[in-house]
């Protein structure tokens, strides 16, 4: 390979990120409507380099219609506006495989000003989107469990925001909207539990049961918090069982920390 032919180091550079990012390039020529591929964008499609990029109508052919008219509807904005877009979109391969995809286009202006190609990135993002279903169905079947908790119950975030309650605990507070602190929502005093289990360096599925007066209108609730993952994230999980016929008001808060 002589030196002209030979990549340079950004070349290099470049041919390794699309490696290891799995992310192609790729630019259309407006003036010709030619399509320029990167190896990374032919590896993505499933197309033989030694056919050349597809033309503008075979490359439409990838995609639904619906799809592929969103392709030509974002390109022709960013051309108008000369604004950059970016947009996911489903692709139909040869060889059966479909596969979900991200692509981004921006505008390239020549030497007097004038738009002369879109530049722009494609990815194979169907790994992502596989696992944001399996957490949004692994979200739909944890909430539909704590729905079927038979205790009122919440769960709130490191902040003590409440990010759900149960339609037994949404009685018991009026309706109270979610997004509030819970001892906003919950203590008759507002105040926050010095002992609240958030204070404290949690693990997972430990958790701790506390007896408190002055709960939702002068009652005493014993509280079981859990520490749980919610959404990816540390939360406590609290079950309300109402003590306040078997509870002196006056006792002081009873703690204890149940091993997992």
């Known amino acids: 390979m002589d030196s002209e032919s030979a ?52 490359e439409a052919r990838y995609y639904s219609p619906e799809d592929a008219r969103s392709l030509r509807e974002h390109a022709a904005w960013t051309i108008e506006s000369g604004e950059p877009y970016e947009l996911e979109v489903t692709a139909n391969l040869p060889d ?4 979900e995809l991200g692509a981004t286009g921006s505008p390239v202006y020549g030497p007097d000003g004038r738009m002369i190609r879109l530049l722009g990135t494609v990815r194979d993002i169907s790994r992502r989107k596989r696992v944001e279903k399996a957490l949004q169905e692994c979200q739909v079947f944890n909430e539909t469990l704590l729905k079927a908790i038979p205790f009122p119950m919440d769960v709130v975030d490191e902040d003590g925001r409440v990010v759900f309650m149960n339609k037994l605990l949404r009685e018991q507070t009026a309706g ?17 539990c010095p002992d609240c289990p958030l204070r404290r360096a949690g693990q997972t599925n430990q958790t701790y049961v506390l007896e408190r007066p002055g709960m939702m209108g002068g009652k005493v ?6 520490d749980i993952l919610y959404q990816n994230k540390r939360a406590l999980l609290k079950i309300f069982i109402d003590q306040t016929e078997t509870s002196p008001r006056s006792a002081g808060p009873l703690t204890s920390a149940v091993p997992a």
């Not at 059966?96 to 596969?99: N, T």
Request: contains cysteine; aromatic residues 10%; charged residues 30%.
């Open 221 to 226: 609730f014993r509280v079981v918090h859990v």
């Open 7 to 58: 990549p340079t180091l950004s070349e290099r550079r470049l041919l390794e990120s699309q490696r290891v990012g799995e992310i192609g390039h790729w630019e259309y020529i407006l003036e010709t409507r030619q399509i320029v591929w990167s190896e990374m964008v032919f590896k993505i499609f499933g197309r033989d380099p030694a056919l050349g990029p597809p033309s503008v109508e075979d």
């Open 176 to 192: 109270m909207p979610q997004g509030e602190r819970c001892w906003s929502t919950y203590m008759d005093d507002r105040q926050r």
């Open 96 to 99: 059966g495989r479909v596969v």
